[in-house]
């Protein structure tokens, strides 16, 4: 089983491209040291917007606050970038277990 976190950030006007890219590779490294996910990557998704990326085992990990590296990182991304979107995804087989766990 696994859940995805994606997170969409604009860069803001007044942001350096080059201190965006580690700020957001920053907060990726700090949330793989904590232990609590598997996998955390960003990715550019155009010239202005980062996507970070994070894999765990189960959701508690995405629905937890950061420990206090991961917050720091995460507030150093947001002087430079505004996160316009998070999105939660689960994998095919879990997704139909909850669907069946629902009695559908």
Same mark, same amino acid.
């Given at each position: 089983?696994?859940? *995805?976190?994606?997170?969409?950030?604009?860069? !803001?006007?007044?942001? #350096? !491209? @080059?201190? %965006?890219?580690?700020? &957001?590779?920053?907060?990726?490294? &700090?949330l793989k040291a904590s232990g609590a *996910?598997?996998?955390?990557?960003?990715?550019?998704?155009?010239? #202005? =917007?980062?996507?970070? /990326?994070? =894999?765990?085992?189960?959701?508690?990990?995405?629905? /937890?606050?950061?420990?206090?590296? &991961? @917050? !720091? @990182?995460?507030?150093? %991304?947001? #002087?430079?970038? =505004?996160?316009? !979107?998070?999105?939660?995804?689960? #994998?095919?087989?879990?997704? %139909?277990?909850q669907y069946t766990l629902a009695g559908r």
């Open positions: 089983m696994a859940v *995805v976190g994606v997170s969409y950030w604009s860069r !803001r006007d007044s942001a #350096d !491209r @080059a201190l %965006l890219g580690q700020a &957001a590779l920053d907060v990726c490294k &700090a *996910v598997q996998e955390a990557r960003f990715y550019w998704a155009g010239p #202005d =917007t980062v996507v970070v /990326q994070v =894999t765990a085992e189960t959701a508690e990990p995405l629905m /937890q606050p950061p420990n206090a590296d &991961a @917050a !720091r @990182a995460l507030f150093a %991304l947001a #002087d430079m970038a =505004t996160r316009d !979107r998070y999105e939660q995804w689960i #994998d095919s087989r879990t997704g %139909l277990e």
